[in-house]
């Protein structure tokens, strides 16, 4: 049998399998559930290669599945994210209501993604894509909470996206015969202008929907926060980026057959850094960390957005490095998130406060990830950041540049946020139960921010083979590999050295540091944070000193203007006059049989009149 | 030859008006009796469907008097699909109904009667080779359909089976005046004969010959504004009946529209028309199904836009475009009952049917909701169910034929189609259960008759290779204008000598 083939089948069944245990036991169905997902991964890492091909023929289509080197880096992303939440499920589940469901949503979302990736066809890509689609709306509904609204809006953006997409597929199927992604890109010069311009066009539609990008971002912070954030981090990490995977490819191998593809590039580019700087700003008013991450996701896409879009060769290889970074350190955070949630009861960042000494491992994953996020030097956000501020420079986007790197400098204030907000801070009365989290959601945790740690000390791990990716998608590289481009690497010739000398220095900051803390032993005091005065004053121990209510006042204050136009109540205002207009039209059925017995005389009336202009 | 077309007609017939004298023999009869008909006639449809696909069309004479002066029955690949596909559902909706809502000996008597007539029209209209024996049997159908409308004998239920009857009996005045006009013109009144003879007509008969059917019979294919009796009826049916209006009577009435447009008479235009009506048609209910708050009268709505969107499809004209029209009657024949088959068990115990009652019967009637769930994805066309292939046969043939503005209309109005689905499952699986609503259990039969629409649908959707050549010859078969004219008056030729 054919290695893919078994894949899908270990999926399928997995999913099946694991909703029918859980009517017999709960463990049972878990050990399921995680098995589905390692044996899979397992299976493709060790029995899939570049270049198998599985073909068949389905209702006269010719179907294709396959992995190219380019989707092998998305595979990491999908499998390398969703093994480490299925761990983080278990622990994280434990005692909720339904749990077949939740696992055999689970399992079909990382089975879709996979198919998505492996499918070679644009019919098979796109029946995965609404088995992602309706899966994640699953999961986004599962705790009943106003599933009518945000449960609705997403399906709503998602179909609209999907059918955009669905259109250019027929009429690219209509066009030439065949829907091999391949045939695709040899015969796109040959349509006409029109479609030349508007199938790209309608394909990003779809991609940018589940990409959040301004103005199809308004589902994303919604389907983010009232998910399991156990899948929201499979949701923000993997799921968006499929979005992504789809735009590379448009713009990779559509939109540069364009004669005039500037425009489009200059638009979706734009459109991404606005996605940027607003999902920034609103990040930064949230309260409630998952709502927090939610914008800070969105915000983070729009800078992926923008490399994809500029699309030189720099430019796309920070892109697709951003994309695997932010799987790393926003599928950490919603995790993060998620075990303060599971400890705690909240998620607020105004109630909950110094967990620090309580939750030390989550911290320290928060912490990496927070680092990696914000793109300070030794992470591996920094690297992928740079790369990208500098193909914005060297392709003349300096208006552009300036708006990312306003919206990465607010972002320190998010960041700063969430650390603060949860972790450092005066240590309540109120969270003294608070222990730290199971041993089974720390360990996905640190394995993930580990590894943002490895790609930010040794990017070359995750360059080589996005270098190779990009060469599949028809990239040359100049000097032998692509981020031989950036000044970052070429200071210290290709081998990518840079962090290891950081690192260095840092430790020996860090034995001083500890030398001299451990010389002045002796004389150390230890002390509660409410240990301190304030001004002569001594503050008792029920007097709240923290600083977090209206947090950045001043600065929400002066960029209130911006922020007041919420694109979301035009869509409410939209919708609703929709319904309101088709709730006239539907009065068209009285109820009154007269009136339907004088519709039928209008009707043949109307056929008398008009027969010689009807039928020839 | 196993049997022969005419007792498709003949058994169920004969046996509906044999179902009283069962009764007196054994009352469990009445139940028993059509169920075996129906199975028998389901067997013999599948047999002579085989048959016919190996050695061509089947002419029945009946009476012996041949073409084109007597009555003829067509069994071709593409009546024969339909009539399988109907008796099919039949059977589903017998097995459903059978001990539904457990009513009394005489109530089942006259609702399994009635249900064995509607059949049988519907069947005679799809086989029937001579016009005026076709209006013969939409009058049996109608009538039938007015009857079990008002079944329930209540206000609302007589109000709606009096709506149906007033536009019914329009639809029957137009049909005559059609079928006079061509009597008198052609002098006769079989299909294949009208068919052949149809350039004879004066061209100004010929088109308010054609206006005339369309609007007889856009009454009973529910056309846009022809279709006001159908939400009441649908909604103030019993539960199965409602499945059959939509599985079954509905598409006889197509049947009828397409034979008239695609066969009878070859007029410029009416291809454009179809797809303008079915256009209207279809915006106009989406547009009016959303708002809706009670279950049935919503599925009636979204069963009058399928209908429309097949109508579209059938007037792409090409081959694709019919071979889609007919992918999506049969999804459509597999959903829709399904549908209303689960809604009603999940509003059983409830009046006045609304939406409301669904609130949280996910976890008491687990199995019937997700059937509903099922239904809901597959008929908005959502992969991996036959909904999604009959979509994308659709919307290929129309950009095969270039038709770009329809492949975009139909896919916004998809967008709406989802909003008050998934609106309707959330509730189900998301609210909290009215306290006032009682669910109610299916009965084993109901559960296995749902089951099987469920794996149907479910197969379709992952293999539909398992009825696309089906459909390419029903399609095929009903393209070959020639082919049918050939077939019936060869077959009276060979009689006479």
């Known amino acids: 049998m054919n290695s893919i083939v078994l894949i899908f089948g270990v999926f399928l069944g997995g999913a099946i399998l694991t909703y029918l245990a859980h009517k017999l036991s709960n463990i049972l169905s ?20 570049t270049g198998d091909v599985f073909s068949f023929s389905l209702n006269g289509l010719h179907l294709e599945w396959g992995i190219t080197s380019f989707s092998w880096i998305f595979s990491l992303i999908v499998l390398g994210l969703g093994t480490m939440a299925a761990v983080y499920s278990i622990s994280f589940m434990k ?31 796109f029946i995965f894509w609404e088995i992602m689609t309706w899966s994640s709306y699953m999961i986004v509904v599962y705790e009943g909470r106003s599933v009518q609204k945000i449960g609705i809006k997403y399906i709503l953006f998602s179909a609209m996206g999907a059918y955009a997409m669905l259109m250019a597929i027929v009429i690219i199927y209509s066009q030439m015969q065949s829907v091999m992604i391949e045939d695709l890109i040899y015969s796109f010069s040959s349509f006409s202008i029109s479609y030349q311009i508007w199938l790209p066009i309608l394909l990003l539609t779809g991609f940018g929907v589940k990409a959040a990008m301004m103005p199809l971002h308004v589902w994303a912070p919604g389907a983010y926060s009232h998910a399991p954030m156990a899948y929201t981090s499979v949701f923000s990490g993997a799921l968006s980026k499929m979005g992504v995977y789809g735009m590379v490819l448009v713009f990779s191998t559509l939109i540069s057959q364009l004669p005039e593809h500037t425009i489009i590039r200059e638009v979706v580019a734009w459109l991404g850094g606005i996605t940027a700087v607003m999902g920034t700003l609103w990040a930064i008013t949230q309260d409630d960390a998952k709502k927090l991450l939610a914008y800070s996701s969105v915000a983070q896409l729009g800078y992926i957005i923008t490399g994809v879009a500029i699309g030189t060769e720099l430019a796309m290889l920070s892109a697709i490095f951003l994309s695997v970074l932010h799987a790393l350190f926003k599928g950490t955070l919603f995790m993060v998130v998620g075990a303060i949630e599971k400890q705690t009861g909240t998620t607020n960042l105004t109630e909950v406060t110094g967990l620090i000494r309580k939750m030390p491992w989550t911290f320290i994953a928060a912490l ?139 430790a020996v900051f860090l034995f001083f540091l500890v030398f001299l803390t451990l010389k002045g032993l002796k004389g150390t005091r230890y002390v509660t944070t409410k240990d301190i005065s304030s001004s002569g004053e001594v503050p008792g121990e029920f007097e709240n000193l923290s600083y977090k209510q209206n947090f950045f006042q001043p600065f929400l204050r002066a960029v209130e203007p911006v922020m007041k136009r919420q694109i979301d109540k035009y869509y409410t205002g939209i919708g609703n006059g929709i319904e309101a207009f088709f709730n006239y039209v539907r009065r068209v059925y009285s109820g009154n049989g007269q009136t339907y017995a004088i519709y039928v005389i209008i009707f043949l009336v109307i056929l008398l009149l008009f027969k010689n202009n009807l039928f020839g | ?64 008097w041949a073409p084109p002066w007597g009555i003829n029955l067509v069994f071709s690949p593409f009546t024969g699909l339909l009539t399988t596909l109907m008796l099919f559902l039949a059977f589903i909706i017998w097995l459903y109904s059978y001990r539904f809502k457990n009513v009394d000996f005489e109530p089942s008597k006259k609702y399994f009667i009635l249900l064995l007539m509607l059949v049988t029209g519907s069947i005679g209209i799809v086989l029937t080779g001579d016009i005026f024996n076709q209006f013969v049997f939409i009058e049996i159908m109608s009538i039938s359909g007015y009857a079990l409308t008002a079944f329930y004998t209540g206000r609302d239920s007589a109000e709606a089976s009096f709506k149906y009857l007033i536009m019914g009996s329009l639809s029957s005045m137009f049909l005559l005046l059609a079928i006079i006009l061509i009597y008198s013109q052609l002098g006769t009144l079989n299909m294949a004969d009208i068919a052949s003879k149809a350039h004879l007509m004066k061209p100004e008969f010929r088109v ?86 009670k279950i049935k009268r919503m599925l009636a709505y979204s069963s009058i836009g399928q209908m429309g969107l097949v109508l579209v499809a059938f007037g792409i004209g090409t081959e694709e475009g019919v071979f889609a029209a007919l992918f999506l009657m049969v999804n459509h024949a597999l959903v829709k009952p399904l549908l209303f088959l689960s809604a009603s068990y999940l509003v059983f115990n409830s009046t006045e049917k609304s939406i409301r009652e669904l609130n949280g019967l996910g976890k008491y009637l687990p199995l019937t909701s997700f059937l509903f769930a099922l239904g809901a994805i597959a008929i908005v066309g959502m992969p991996p169910l036959s909904g999604f292939w009959a979509k994308w046969s659709m919307l290929t043939a129309a950009a095969n034929s270039n038709m770009i503005l329809i492949i975009g209309l139909v896919l916004l109005v998809s967008v709406v189609e989802i909003v008050y689905y998934f609106r309707v499952v959330n509730r189900i699986y998301f609210f909290k259960k009215e306290e006032d609503v009682e669910p109610k259990k299916p009965t084993i039969n109901a559960m296995v008759s749902m089951i099987v629409l469920g794996i149907l649908i479910v197969t379709i959707g992952f293999y539909p290779d398992l009825i696309t050549s089906y459909l390419h010859e029903a399609s095929e078969s009903l393209l070959d204008k020639g082919k049918y004219i050939q077939d019936v008056l060869s077959a009276g030729q060979s009689i006479i000598q």
């Open chain 2, 1 to 64: 030859m196993v049997g022969s077309p005419i007792l498709f007609v003949a058994v169920p017939l004969l046996a509906a008006f044999l179902i009283p004298l069962f009764g007196f023999i054994w009352k469990e009869l009445v139940r028993i009796v059509p169920g075996i008909v129906l199975l028998y006639l389901l067997i013999l449809s599948v047999s002579l469907y085989i048959q016919v696909l190996q050695d061509g069309t089947i002419v029945e004479q009946i009476g012996g």
């Open chain 1, 30 to 49: 878990s050990a399921f559930f995680v098995l589905t997902i390692f044996t899979a991964t397992v299976l493709f890492y060790l029995k899939v290669e």
């Open chain 2, 208 to 293: 308010l010959a054609l206006v005339f059917f369309i609007v007889g019979m856009g009454i009973e294919a529910e056309i846009f504004p022809l279709n006001g009796w159908a939400p009441d009826a649908y909604s103030q049916a019993p539960g199965p009946i409602g499945a059959a209006f939509s599985g079954i009577v509905v598409k006889a009435g197509i049947y009828s529209i397409i034979r008239v447009t695609f066969t009878l008479f070859d007029v410029e235009g009416t291809m454009q028309f179809l797809v303008l009506m079915g256009m209207i048609t279809l915006v106009v209910a989406e547009m009016a199904a959303i708002k809706q708050d």
């Open chain 1, 95 to 125: 005692g909720k209501e339904r749990l077949g469901y939740y696992y055999f949503n689970f399992i079909l979302g990382i089975f879709s993604m996979m198919g998505i990736l492996l499918s070679r066809d644009l019919v098979s890509f």
């Open chain 1, 368 to 506: 990496m990830s927070i680092i990696a996020l914000a793109g300070i030097p030794p992470l591996g956000g920094f690297v992928g950041k740079w790369m990208l501020y500098e193909s914005l420079i060297g392709s003349d986007h300096y208006i552009l540049v300036i708006l990312i790197f306003f919206a990465s400098t607010a972002g320190f204030l998010y960041c700063y946020k969430f650390l603060f907000g949860f972790f450092l801070g005066q240590e309540e009365k109120e969270w003294d139960h608070v222990k730290e989290a199971p041993a089974s959601m720390v360990v996905p945790m640190l394995i993930l921010s580990f590894f943002s740690f490895l790609l930010g000390t040794f990017p070359g791990l995750i360059l080589k083979p996005i270098d190779q990716g990009m060469q599949s998608l028809g990239y040359v590289p100049t000097e032998g590999h692509f981020w031989g481009m950036s000044v970052l690497f070429n200071e210290w010739g290709n081998a990518v050295v840079l962090q290891p000398i950081l690192y260095a220095i840092m």
